[in-house]
């Protein structure tokens, strides 16, 4: 009889324990960006992690003079069907970038910016 009365006493104190531990876990503070956006870097370099995702890939860059920047998409097609623009042009506020345009539906390997103009190639 007494470990009847032990055992329905103990059954509830480890349940809620258990929930109150599993709550606790569950909320963990959100993890601050890792420094250099988790590149070991030279002495003197700086990265950041301006854009989480974009559809496709990035496969090449270039840096305009107001410090936005170009990016070529690596896939532009799925099944053969055209489904994203092949260049954006990124707008960049501090450490976090927004596409501001797209254009072009072709892939390509190399990227130049010179004398205010965009030169890009296609497969």
Do not use: C, W
Request: aromatic share 8%; charged share 20%; proline share 6%.
């Amino acid at each position: 009889m007494k470990k009847n009365k032990l055992f329905s006493f103990l059954l509830p104190v480890i349940a809620v324990g258990g929930l109150v531990l599993f709550n606790a876990l569950k909320n963990d503070p959100p993890k601050k960006a890792a420094d250099n956006a988790g590149l070991t870097l030279p002495a003197g370099f700086k990265a950041a992690l301006i854009i989480d995702a974009v559809p496709g890939g990035v496969r090449e860059m270039a840096p305009t003079p107001n410090g936005d920047l170009y990016i070529k998409i690596q896939q532009v097609t799925q099944r053969g069907v055209v489904v994203r623009k092949g260049i954006n042009l990124l707008h960049i506020e501090g450490d976090k970038a927004t596409i501001k345009t797209s254009f072009g539906k072709f892939m390509g390997s190399g990227m130049y910016l010179k004398n205010g103009y965009l030169y890009a190639s296609s497969d």
